[in-house]
């Protein structure tokens, strides 16, 4: 039997359309078995019945005949005889999957085995024990539903057997469409959904069906096996008696056999009809969305899909409230017409280049074209894109069946589905996304039992999520599982081969979890048919790779994973930054760039040296600097040697004047700036593939033509990284998390400088800091008998002035027209210190001083850009200033010492500021840099109450005084937060992991009360 190639291809199209709406709506109805939508059924079985109906139409006679058996099970759903339990949802999914094994091989689909199957499903259909009383109300809503959307009611029944009736019909196809707008296609669907077509004969006088079909008979008559009786055949599609005749069974037409091609000819021609009735009767003809349940363009391998025109009175038509139009263009066109687009591309950037020299007319035609082809470029991109759902709507099936394979309890959240990515982006990322799922549900989320013990819910979770930003599409896909064990990855490696114990101490722990990508590497002892070979995770990477992406994973033991993919929106045609060196030109691929910086021969900031890496600072941030130049002499992968010859091959050069540009890219969440010699502007390239020469160079990952038709490279970013080894520098990764640490909480580590007298520079902690203003001499007021007190009026208010040389021994203030005022925070009366100089704003010093320079209202100094600093104790210059100012007044006399404190601070300055005015207040303070320290004072030390910090490193506050509740030697002792983190949450977070209070650093009052509450409290 020979079939029309354009039939078979639709009916393969519409029924991987269906089966994947109909695993789709499974999975819903496994999910809510207590109380099933009977919609969602209604189109389960839809689906199944219309490949039964095309199927059977085309004589393929086991997928019609494994169809109909999943229909009768499904039939019992809808009457409520059966709930969608899992039993008999893993039947009918594995029933669609052997439906799409057979669909797809339409070939051998008469050769599958598929009695097993349908044996499985009659069983079930026939069990008496899944039998439940049948409540009438959602059925009859569904059926009420669906009466008023379809042309025909639906049968109770729709097996045929001795009983039915047999019948001879007349149908004038001619008249059905113009009279009563019902398509040939239509009119089959329809009958097939009540009976059986025995035999058919179609009859037409037309020579040439485009021509000739519209003034033309075209009649079709049937055998047809129904339930039906005759009168309500009749009556339902529209006949007199006179076409309608009783009929014995197994009695052929008395004409010649319908062939084939005479049945794929009603196909044939409603579509030839519809095109003729657009332009006769434009108004009603409705335009709808394809039989799918998504409205995105689908495209198959073999097609792109589109709506065809169907009525809203046919039966098995899923039809849309949204009206779309579409229509069906061959792939291989698409790709043509992307290519053409390219090379339009290409004839565009040169006209502008040359356009440039010529009549200005010229030129401004040139920008025309410029502007016409940008937006051709962008709209036939658009045909190409396709949503993330095609791929991700795999996902709930797989968690599912492992699920039950695994033992486990595991669900999966995704957003994202409507995210649009290039046609061959999104076939080369089915597999790899795949195949992390299978890790996540194999070695990823721990046995219910497991969970429960950690304190973890039995239920695992797996999160997939896809986002649009900056021009790239992320993917992050993450599970509560286990984690991944740095320790066990870096023996693993070792036992393996796979680095050597020299390499492996550079690595930190993300640059660990990557090991998880070599060939070869597997972490589990036991293999199975879904991981444990060492094969996997490389192909994911590799896969990634090859489509312009970046892969990372972050992960916490006991904690779950994190993978994170970046993805360029399609590979066709792409902005990219063209730059020379060594007068070839580059180009780097736009989504790479982050910003251009030029370091001018006047500028006195320059690239410097950490261990064997060139970096530059970047706005407080540490940037590994590769050399183009150098990166193209050597195409084997760098060494530290290779680094430290040459970083000190232009240590003369870093130390001239000699300006300098540089390129900062990024590959993934690392940055390192790439130094080139000239940078001539952006332009829009297409990406040719590597020859095979050049492929296994990683630092390109493709060519392009220019205007002028000379080739340039296209630079793999994060084959650079890789390649240089800027990923594994741990210098400069340890210095970045140095300086992040240091920018988290800008505000507290950063000192104001300045000058008093001609000889000291002194420095006050910004933080503290509540305004600085300038004041002239001459505001400047005088009380006293020996006008030896001075103030300012700021704002309407006196502010008392301090005069450092009449508090300590320093040098004498430098007389001058204007002066500077420095307010403090939360002094209760209103003082100022004035000074001459204002010297600006640094990083607070990490060694200070106490004992070298001992005097009043200096808790410390330190080297602060090369000067010797004295940073003031505020709080003590507060104390001494009240004493000048009102020293008539009684003073508080300080306490004998009465309680013992552990201080646990991280920075020296307010380890020392808090300590000081802690034992001002009477009070024994022991410290402590961290909480490892802390837990070993507590061991060795009786306190009354801790105060510490929450952010320090190797323990921080959170997990300190986790431990201190755990053990029952010291979890009786009261403790309070001191932290710049004044946010709800982290209040919050303090008291759930221990804390009986959460304080601010800056706030001394209010720290000092609390520290008296708590400890009266014991």
């Not at 996540?440 to 930003?469: F, S, W």
């Not at 589990?524 to 490389?538: A, E, H, K, L, W």
């Not at 990634?544 to 006991?558: F, K, M, N, T």
């Not at 300045?754 to 420095?763: L, N, R, T, V």
């Amino acid at each position: 039997m020979i079939a029309d190639a354009a039939l078979i291809n639709d009916f393969i199209d519409e029924s991987n359309e269906y089966l994947i709406t109909v695993e789709e709506n499974l999975l819903i109805l496994e999910s809510n078995r207590d109380n099933p939508d009977y919609d969602v059924i209604d189109k389960v079985f839809r689906g199944i019945h219309s490949i039964k109906g095309t199927a059977g139409f085309l004589n393929f006679k086991k997928i019609t005949e494994l169809s109909h058996v999943m229909e009768t099970l499904l039939d019992k759903m809808r009457a409520n005889e059966i709930k969608p339990e899992s039993h008999f949802i893993d039947v009918l999914l594995k029933s669609s999957d052997l439906l799409k094994q057979m669909i797809d091989d339409l070939d051998n689909s008469e050769q599958f085995n598929i009695q097993e199957m349908i044996s499985k499903i009659t069983q079930l259909s026939q069990d008496k024990i899944a039998h439940i009383d049948k409540p009438s109300s959602p059925k009859t809503n569904s059926i009420e539903k669906n009466s008023d959307q379809d042309h025909l009611p639906r049968p109770t029944k729709n097996i045929i057997n001795d009983s039915n009736h047999c019948l001879a019909i007349h149908f004038d196809l001619h008249e059905l469409y113009f009279k009563d707008e019902i398509t040939p296609v239509d009119l089959i669907r329809d009958l097939q959904s009540m009976g059986k077509i025995l035999d058919s004969k179609l009859n037409t006088s037309a020579i040439q069906i485009n021509q000739d079909l519209k003034n033309e008979n075209l009649t079709l008559d049937i055998i047809y096996e129904t339930i039906l009786e005759k009168e309500v055949v009749m009556t339902m599609f529209l006949r007199s008696s006179d076409d309608i005749k009783l009929h014995q069974k197994n009695l052929p037409m008395e004409k010649s056999q319908t062939t084939f091609k005479e049945k794929s000819l009603i196909s044939n021609l409603s579509k030839k009809i519809n095109s003729l009735t657009v332009k006769l009767k434009p108004e009603k003809v409705e335009k709808t969305t394809p039989l799918s349940s998504k409205k995105e363009l689908k495209v198959s391998k073999k097609d792109l899909k589109v709506s065809k025109k169907s009525k809203p009175k046919s039966v098995e038509s899923n039809i849309s409230s949204e009206s779309s139009a579409s229509i069906r263009i061959s792939v291989d066109i698409l790709d043509k017409l992307m290519s053409l687009a390219s090379e339009l591309v290409l004839v565009r950037n040169r006209l502008l280049m040359e356009s440039g020299n010529t009549d200005p007319v010229i030129g401004d035609i040139a920008q025309d074209l410029d502007v016409v082809t940008s937006e051709m470029q962008e709209t036939v991109m658009l045909t190409r894109m396709q949503p993330l759902g095609n791929v991700f709507n795999k996902m709930p099936r797989i968690v599912r069946d492992l699920t039950r394979r695994f033992h486990k309890n595991i669900d999966i959240q995704i957003t994202g589905n409507d995210v649009e990515l290039d046609k061959n982006i999104l076939e080369v990322l089915s597999s790899p996304l795949v195949h992390i799922i299978r890790n996540a549900c194999d070695h990823g989320i721990e046995m219910p039992e497991i969970r429960y013990g950690l304190g973890k819910p039995e239920t695992g979770l797996i999160t997939v999520n896809a986002y649009h930003q900056a021009g790239l599409i992320h993917i992050e896909i993450s599970d509560d599982g286990k984690g991944l064990d740095p320790t066990m990855i870096r023996t693993k490696a070792l036992e393996k081969g796979i680095i050597s114990k020299t390499d492996l101490d550079q690595l930190n722990d993300k640059d660990v979890f990557s090991l998880i990508m070599t060939p070869g590497f597997s972490t589990v002892s036991q293999m199975n048919d879904i991981s444990g070979r060492g094969v996997g995770m490389d192909v994911v990477k590799t896969a990634i790779a090859q489509i312009g992406g970046v892969i990372e994973i972050d992960s916490e033991p006991g904690g779950g994973i994190r993978i994170h993919m970046s993805l360029p929106l399609t590979l066709a045609i792409i902005p990219c930054l063209i730059v020379i060196t060594n007068n070839e030109r580059y180009a780097i691929p736009q989504v790479n760039m982050d910003e251009m910086v030029r370091l001018y021969d006047t500028s006195d900031q320059f690239i410097e040296r950490s261990s064997d890496q060139e970096v530059y600072r970047l706005r407080d941030r540490l940037l590994p600097v590769v050399r183009l130049n150098e990166l193209l002499k050597r195409s084997i992968r760098y060494t530290h040697q290779d680094r430290a010859e040459i970083t000190d091959d232009y240590t003369h050069e870093r130390k001239s004047s000699k300006s300098v540009l540089f390129a900062v890219v990024k590959t993934g969440s690392r940055r390192f700036g790439l130094i080139i010699d000239q940078m001539t502007g952006t332009e829009e390239i297409v990406v040719n593939p590597l020859p095979n020469t050049l492929k296994y160079i990683q630092i390109y990952q493709g060519t392009t033509i220019m205007g002028d038709g000379e080739v340039a490279m296209v630079l793999d970013i994060d084959g650079i990284a890789r390649h240089v080894g800027v990923e594994f520098n741990r210098t400069a990764e340890d210095e970045n998390l140095h300086v992040a640490k240091k920018m988290h909480s800008s505000n507290i580590q950063r000192i104001l400088t300045f000058e008093y007298g001609p000889k000291e520079q002194f420095a006050i902690p910004l933080i503290l800091v509540r305004r600085l203003t300038q004041i002239k001499h001459n505001q400047i007021e005088k009380v006293g008998a020996n006008d030896d007190r001075e103030f300012v009026t700021i704002d309407g208010e006196p502010v008392f002035i301090v005069r450092l040389d009449r508090l300590m021994e320093v040098s004498k203030c430098v007389e001058q027209e204007q002066y500077y005022i420095c307010l403090f925070r939360d002094s209760g009366t209103p003082f100022g210190v004035l000074f001459t100089k204002l010297k600006g704003v640094a990083e607070m010093p990490d060694e200070i001083q106490k004992e070298n320079y001992n005097l009043n209202c200096i808790f410390g100094c330190a080297l602060v850009n090369q000067r010797l600093t004295l940073l003031l104790d505020l709080y003590e210059l507060m104390d001494n200033g009240e004493k000048r100012w009102f020293s008539n007044h009684a003073l508080p006399e300080k306490t004998e010492i009465r309680n013992s404190i552990l201080l646990v601070e991280d920075t020296v300055f307010f380890s020392q500021l808090i300590r000081n005015f802690l034992e001002s207040n009477g009070y024994m303070v022991h410290t402590a840099e961290n909480g490892l320290e802390g837990l070993s004072v507590l061991e060795k030390t009786t306190v009354d109450l801790i105060v510490s910090d929450i952010e320090m490193p190797i323990m921080d506050g959170w997990k300190f005084i986790q431990a201190v509740r755990k053990n029952k030697h010291y979890q009786h002792i009261p403790a309070m937060a001191l932290s710049a983190l004044n946010s709800p949450e982290s209040i919050e977070k303090s008291m759930q992991m221990g804390f009986d209070a959460h304080e601010i650093k800056i706030d001394k009052e209010r720290m000092l009360a609390c520290v008296e509450k708590l400890l009266n409290k014991t």
